[in-house]
């Protein structure tokens, strides 16, 4: 108790910081460009898929029940307005990059942005 | 047996304090939700206090109160997730003997952020979010090492006292 680092917690750090540093440099490399798309998707299942060039205001609905608004300007995906009791999602930046996701962890709502080749791949599928 | 269950309640009400903390604290990591761990600093002091079996009763108390009292039910399964993940992980590596509290502390950061992110992957069914993990496991790295030290000292410092 009298020193605050051994030998064994500096090696643990090191190795511990080192995986940090690489995770975040792995994802780094594979960081999207400008995305073409907004997947949205209800508890994993694909609920549309929008383009992002053209400004449109989207109402996700579940059983006919308006839950989320998703909003599409200028490129970027933002949720404007939710059924949901944190509206977490609402307080969410606008997304525009390939990966990035908007979650209503509520409504089970995911919308994320996907790039021009996996949103070709997925209307082949 | 008395003073045992009033210091156990007054570990309770400083953990639900640094709920309330949390709280207030807004903090996006990219997806919603998501705390620092700040309370990891009153679990790894129960850790070296206490023991484990009381560390866990109160840590599983603490998150459903402070999800009843400034939360909502999903924020309770985040914590949950975070809370159970880390708590276990530190247990282990304390377990060992080997490493100091700032060690257990940063392990405990870093799953305590892995557990929310792998609840908050099976809520929506949807592990593209795996996408912030980099911003998760730093944050969660950092907080540790900081509540690390500061557990550390409260640690030497009460150490016998209570
Ligand atoms: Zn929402």
Redesign the interface.
């Known amino acids: 108790m009298t020193r605050r680092l051994g030998k064994n917690d500096r090696w643990l750090l090191l190795i511990l910081a080192v995986i940090c540093i690489g995770i975040c440099i792995f994802f780094y490399l594979q960081r999207g460009e400008a995305g073409a798309v907004a997947k949205v998707t209800i508890a994993g299942e694909v609920y549309g898929t929008y383009t992002l060039t053209q400004d449109q205001t989207i109402e996700i609905k579940i059983d006919g029940k308006v839950t989320n608004i998703l909003k599409i300007q200028d490129g970027t995906a933002d949720v404007t307005k939710a059924s949901c009791p944190d509206h977490l999602c609402v307080h969410q930046k606008s997304i525009s990059r390939e990966n990035e996701t908007i979650v209503c962890l509520p409504n089970q709502v995911v919308i994320e942005i996907e790039g021009a080749k996996a949103s070709a791949l997925d209307s082949m599928t | 047996m008395k003073r045992k269950t009033a210091h156990l309640g007054m570990l309770l009400a400083v953990a639900l304090i640094c709920s309330y903390i949390e709280s207030l604290i807004p903090f996006?990591f990219?997806?919603?939700?998501v705390k620092l761990g700040l309370t990891n600093i009153v679990v790894v002091w129960m850790l070296y206090l206490i023991g484990a079996k009381e560390a866990f009763l109160i840590s599983i108390l603490r998150i459903l109160l402070a999800g009843f009292m400034f939360g909502?039910p999903?924020?309770i399964i985040?914590s949950l997730g975070g809370g159970i993940l880390s708590f276990i992980a530190m247990l282990l590596l304390k377990k060992t003997n080997?490493?100091?509290v700032?060690?257990i502390s940063?392990?405990g950061g870093?799953f305590h952020n892995i557990g929310q992110l792998l609840v908050?992957s099976l809520?929506?069914?949807?592990f593209?979010?795996f996408?912030?993990?980099?911003v998760l496991?730093?944050a969660g790295?950092i907080t540790g090492?900081l509540i690390g030290?500061l557990a550390?000292e409260l640690?030497?410092r009460l150490?016998g006292r209570l």
Not at chain 2, 30 to 33: S, T
Not at chain 2, 123 to 126: A, L, Q, S, Y
Not at chain 2, 131 to 134: L, R, S, V
């Open positions: 996006y990219g997806i919603p939700g909502n999903f924020s985040y080997r490493f100091q700032v060690s940063v392990l870093i908050a809520v929506v069914e949807n593209n979010l996408y912030y993990m980099p496991l730093s790295f090492f030290i550390q640690i030497a150490k």
